[in-house]
Each structure stands twice: as structure tokens, then as C-alpha cells.
């Protein structure tokens, strides 16, 4: 019998060295060369070929502020995206638990692009057809890459605010028995995977940055998988607080607001099933066309970052770092440690989703919108944009009505999905979750059995 490259646990996408040197060696070497050979799935990891999370820690020259924004960098991750570790997870615990047969089962993936990417290549990996269901006018860059896994698009109108569309085609599409969904916004391997990996890696990014402990921690939720690492950082720094952010102009945890905006990836006009919002003390409002700026300015205005004072190779390293999601969790991180006085040697942790590569298209529609942009206009933006985030649109969501206020929305938005309001209850409380993540263990278990004839290091 052949290798069945079933891939790594989540001990191992959290630790790569725990996976055979041979193994490692194999899948490092194929990241960039071979980008579909199936041993690419032991580069599902944040950590780098000597073991260390990628990272960066931004300097105050940009961030305008004392505290460290350290920024952990989705690009390398196979296919482009940290988003590729939940596909990963929720296909293979399928797999594992005997649910989901490549001989019978086509995959849908509900997405409004990095997911729906990362499920076009694990199932390509993995030898799945894959449906990705997304509304029809994300960036180009985003559809080609998903043929070019060999995923296959059903489009649903509107735009990233409208994804409660490919919901509705998802679920009316599984009532054929041949389809299987890695339904990103309400299955758990998600919140199990950014828990474990994201969290535990977050957790060791900082060590050797300030004071080693992590004050803070930024997100904004698309699926709020991310967001799942604030579990794992809040047992190991108990002080630290957590933002959810999302567009000022779909306003929906915040204030229960709804419209279009331009972060693709994130404010899907909804609070998703598997967001814990018992770990969710702030929610910050970060307004659409400040990110998209942003992406122009890490692109192209490294003269502006200069002029800053940020040193010019640092400045040009950004160049392929960024794409508007991850401007916004930069710019959330900012506003968060200027509301909670965070000071020198304190840490504030986000992330970067993915890198410039899909957003080619983003940057020419700015770039159209304007008359011109010359370097005075960029020195503006990156002066405002980044030394000048404020501390407006910061919502406390501590105090218990706040609380509720997220647990309503969620039930609005998934009971007419089919979900159990005592199911929903039951999120309330944190033995839910807990009760959850322990499930890392038995699959780690499931995956480890179902390799035997995997080489060893």
C-alpha cells in the first residue's frame, strides 16, 4: 500500500519538529517547487524551517505607540494562507471518523476567498473534488487561484458582506447526500485548529519580545476561528484582553449594523457559531479604505514609512507581507493598545492572514478611484492612517449585557439554520469549549493511526 499522506496532527502543526526529520526535510524543500505534491501538508504550521514563528514585530516608528505589535505572518503557509489549517483540520477529521470518502463525496467550501482556496487544495491534496461557493465579486486573484487547485466556483451574488448567501446555497446544496461542507463559520475543527496552533504559536512569538507576555490580542473574525486563540493566550497570560475587529461600515457585533465593505475576509454580517464571545472583551470598528491604503502604502510607499523614520530595508521587507485584512488587524491592534495605556515592553499580538499576492486587483480599483496618487499623498496616508489610529470606535464588551448582546446575535443568525436553541445555550458557558478543544487529542490519536506506512524521520 502506498503512502496515504494523511498529514500532520495538530501536535505537529504546532510543533513541526515533532514530524521525522526525512518528513520535514521532504515538505520543506516542496513548498515552493512542488506546490502540490500532498507532503505540502507538513507546512501546515506557522513556524519556519529552523522552528521559529514567523514574525514580525513592528517598529514605533510606524505604530506610533510604546507597546510591541508583533504580527505573525500567514503567506508561507501553504496556498498562501493560515486559512488552509482549518480546511485541513475539518477535512481530515472527517476523514478520520469515516464521514467522508473521496470515492463518494464532493466538498463544498463556503467561503469569501482564503478559505475557499484552502479547501480547493487540500481536497486537491487529498484527491477530494471541491465546490467553492462564494459571493461573485471578490478579487480575480481569488477565483484563479482556486482553479488553479482544480476547485471548481459556484458564485453567489454581492460582495464580502453578502456571505450569509453562500450559507444559504451551502445548506440547500447539502441536502444532496453527496456533498460534504467544510463549513468554515460553525465547525469546530476550525476552533480547534486556531486554538491550538494559532494560540500555542501565538503564546511563543512573544518570548524574547518585551516582557515576554502577551497584553493583548487582535482579530477580526471572518469564520472567528482565528479569534479561538485568545482561549489558549488567556491560560497562559490570564490579563490579557482580546479585540474582535470589524468594518466600520458593517458595524454588526458592534452595534448590530449591516453594509458593504472592502476587507475581504472579515464583517460577514453575522456573529459565526463557533465564536466564543465569552473570550471577546473589546470590538473595534476599523473603517474599510484605511486597510486598503494601507496595502498601497506597505506596497509602494516605502519612501513615506521613511520619512517615518522606519528603516528603509524593514519598509521594503513589507512589500509582499500584507494584504487588507491583515492592515486591519494592525490598525486594531494599535487603536487596542492606545485605549488599554499599554506602554514599553508590553506585547500586543494579531495577525496577518495572507500576502499581497491576490490583491493585485484590489490595488488597481484604489488606484482608479484617485486622480493621482503622488508621494505627498502617500506620506499623508501613512502618517494618518497609522501614527494617527485613534482610540474611536472601541466598544467595551466586558460587562454581562454586552455579552448577551453577541449571544442574541447568534442565535438570530443560526437558528433558522437548524441549530437547537439549547445547543446554542450551551455555548454560554466555557466547559463547551473546553469540552471541544479536548477532542485535539483523540484526533491526534485518529490521524497517527490511520498512517502506519508513513516514512519515518
Given at each position: 500500500?502506498a503512502?496515504?499522506p494523511?498529514?500532520?496532527t495538530?501536535?505537529?502543526?504546532?510543533?513541526?519538529?515533532?514530524?521525522?526529520?526525512n518528513?520535514?526535510?521532504k515538505?520543506?524543500?516542496?513548498?515552493?517547487?512542488?506546490?502540490l505534491?500532498?507532503?505540502n501538508?507538513?507546512?501546515?504550521?506557522?513556524?519556519?524551517?529552523?522552528?521559529?514563528?514567523?514574525?514580525?514585530?513592528?517598529?514605533?516608528?510606524?505604530?506610533g505607540i510604546?507597546a510591541?505589535?508583533v504580527?505573525?505572518?500567514?503567506?508561507?503557509?501553504?496556498?498562501?494562507?493560515h486559512?488552509v489549517?482549518?480546511?485541513?483540520?475539518?477535512?481530515?477529521?472527517g476523514?478520520?471518523?469515516?464521514e467522508i470518502?473521496?470515492?463518494?463525496?464532493?466538498?463544498l467550501?463556503?467561503?469569501?476567498?482564503?478559505?475557499?482556496i484552502?479547501?480547493?487544495?487540500i481536497?486537491?491534496?487529498?484527491?477530494?473534488?471541491?465546490?467553492?461557493?462564494?459571493?461573485?465579486?471578490?478579487?480575480?486573484?481569488?477565483?484563479?487561484?482556486?482553479?488553479?487547485?482544480?476547485?471548481?466556483?459556484?458564485?453567489?451574488?454581492?460582495?464580502?458582506s453578502?456571505?450569509?448567501?453562500?450559507l444559504?446555497?451551502?445548506?440547500e446544496?447539502?441536502?444532496?447526500p453527496?456533498?460534504?461542507?467544510?463549513?468554515?463559520?460553525?465547525?469546530?475543527?476550525?476552533?480547534?485548529?486556531?486554538?491550538?496552533?494559532?494560540?500555542?504559536?501565538?503564546?511563543?512569538a512573544?518570548?524574547?519580545?518585551?516582557n515576554?507576555?502577551?497584553?493583548?490580542?487582535?482579530?477580526?473574525?471572518?469564520?472567528?476561528?482565528?479569534?479561538?486563540?485568545a482561549?489558549q493566550i488567556?491560560?497562559?497570560?490570564?490579563?490579557a484582553?482580546?479585540?474582535?475587529?470589524?468594518?466600520?461600515?458593517?458595524?454588526?457585533?458592534?452595534?448590530?449594523?449591516r453594509?458593504?465593505?472592502?476587507?475581504?475576509?472579515?464583517?460577514?454580517k453575522?456573529?459565526?457559531?463557533?465564536?466564543n464571545?465569552?473570550?471577546?472583551?473589546?470590538?473595534?470598528l476599523?473603517?474599510?479604505e484605511?486597510?486598503?491604503?494601507?496595502?498601497?502604502?506597505?506596497?509602494?510607499?516605502?519612501?513615506?514609512?521613511?520619512?517615518?523614520?522606519?528603516?528603509?530595508?524593514?519598509?521594503?521587507?513589507?512589500?509582499?507581507?500584507?494584504?487588507p485584512?491583515?492592515?486591519?488587524?494592525?490598525?486594531?491592534?494599535?487603536?487596542?493598545?492606545?485605549y488599554?495605556?499599554?506602554?514599553?515592553?508590553?506585547n500586543?499580538?494579531?495577525?496577518?492572514?495572507?500576502?499581497?499576492?491576490?490583491?493585485?486587483?484590489?490595488?488597481?480599483d484604489?488606484?482608479?478611484r484617485?486622480?493621482e496618487?503622488?508621494?505627498?499623498?502617500?506620506d499623508r496616508?501613512?502618517h494618518?492612517?497609522f501614527?494617527g489610529?485613534?482610540?474611536?470606535?472601541?466598544?467595551?464588551?466586558?460587562?454581562?449585557?454586552?455579552?448577551?448582546?453577541?449571544?442574541?446575535?447568534k442565535?438570530?443568525?443560526?437558528?433558522?439554520?437548524?441549530?437547537?436553541?439549547?445547543?446554542?445555550?450551551?455555548?454560554?458557558?466555557q466547559?463547551?469549549?473546553?469540552?471541544?478543544?479536548?477532542?485535539?487529542?483523540?484526533?491526534?490519536?485518529?490521524i497517527a493511526?490511520m498512517?502506519?506506512?508513513a516514512?519515518?524521520?
Amino acid at each position: 500500500m502506498a503512502f496515504l499522506p494523511l498529514g500532520p496532527t495538530y501536535d505537529e502543526m504546532l510543533d513541526p519538529g515533532l514530524i521525522g526529520k526525512n518528513v520535514r526535510a521532504k515538505a520543506l524543500a516542496a513548498l515552493h517547487e512542488h506546490e502540490l505534491d500532498p507532503i505540502n501538508l507538513f507546512n501546515i504550521t506557522w513556524k519556519d524551517a529552523a522552528n521559529q514563528v514567523r514574525k514580525l514585530v513592528l517598529p514605533a516608528a510606524l505604530t506610533g505607540i510604546d507597546a510591541n505589535v508583533v504580527v505573525m505572518l500567514g503567506n508561507e503557509f501553504p496556498s498562501g494562507s493560515h486559512k488552509v489549517g482549518p480546511a485541513y483540520c475539518t477535512l481530515i477529521e472527517g476523514l478520520v471518523d469515516g464521514e467522508i470518502d473521496p470515492a463518494v463525496h464532493t466538498i463544498l467550501g463556503p467561503s469569501t476567498g482564503n478559505f475557499g482556496i484552502g479547501t480547493a487544495y487540500i481536497s486537491r491534496l487529498l484527491g477530494f473534488r471541491a465546490i467553492v461557493i462564494m459571493p461573485d465579486n471578490m478579487s480575480k486573484e481569488r477565483y484563479d487561484r482556486i482553479r488553479k487547485y482544480g476547485g471548481e466556483l459556484e458564485l453567489t451574488p454581492g460582495t464580502e458582506s453578502d456571505v450569509i448567501l453562500t450559507l444559504e446555497k451551502t445548506h440547500e446544496m447539502m441536502k444532496n447526500p453527496r456533498y460534504k461542507a467544510l463549513a468554515q463559520f460553525e465547525l469546530l475543527p476550525n476552533y480547534r485548529f486556531h486554538r491550538h496552533v494559532t494560540g500555542g504559536s501565538a503564546i511563543e512569538a512573544v518570548k524574547g519580545v518585551g516582557n515576554g507576555r502577551i497584553a493583548a490580542f487582535a482579530a477580526a473574525p471572518g469564520s472567528a476561528g482565528t479569534i479561538a486563540a485568545a482561549d489558549q493566550i488567556k491560560l497562559a497570560f490570564p490579563e490579557a484582553k482580546v479585540a474582535a475587529l470589524e468594518p466600520y461600515e458593517c458595524s454588526t457585533l458592534s452595534n448590530g449594523g449591516r453594509g458593504q465593505h472592502r476587507i475581504e475576509g472579515i464583517g460577514d454580517k453575522m456573529c459565526t457559531l463557533i465564536h466564543n464571545v465569552l473570550n471577546t472583551d473589546f470590538v473595534i470598528l476599523i473603517k474599510d479604505e484605511e486597510t486598503v491604503r494601507g496595502v498601497k502604502i506597505f506596497r509602494d510607499g516605502a519612501d513615506a514609512l521613511v520619512k517615518m523614520g522606519v528603516e528603509r530595508g524593514f519598509a521594503l521587507g513589507l512589500r509582499e507581507l500584507f494584504g487588507p485584512s491583515g492592515i486591519c488587524n494592525v490598525l486594531g491592534a494599535i487603536k487596542l493598545a492606545k485605549y488599554l495605556r499599554l506602554g514599553p515592553g508590553d506585547n500586543v499580538v494579531t495577525v496577518a492572514t495572507d500576502g499581497f499576492d491576490r490583491y493585485h486587483s484590489v490595488l488597481k480599483d484604489l488606484e482608479a478611484r484617485y486622480l493621482e496618487l503622488t508621494p505627498a499623498v502617500l506620506d499623508r496616508w501613512a502618517h494618518d492612517i497609522f501614527l494617527g489610529a485613534s482610540e474611536d470606535y472601541v466598544f467595551d464588551f466586558r460587562p454581562p449585557a454586552m455579552k448577551q448582546r453577541l449571544f442574541k446575535q447568534k442565535e438570530s443568525d443560526w437558528l433558522k439554520f437548524g441549530y437547537s436553541r439549547e445547543f446554542l445555550d450551551s455555548m454560554r458557558y466555557q466547559d463547551f469549549w473546553e469540552a471541544q478543544y479536548a477532542k485535539v487529542r483523540e484526533y491526534d490519536r485518529k490521524i497517527a493511526a490511520m498512517r502506519p506506512n508513513a516514512p519515518q524521520g
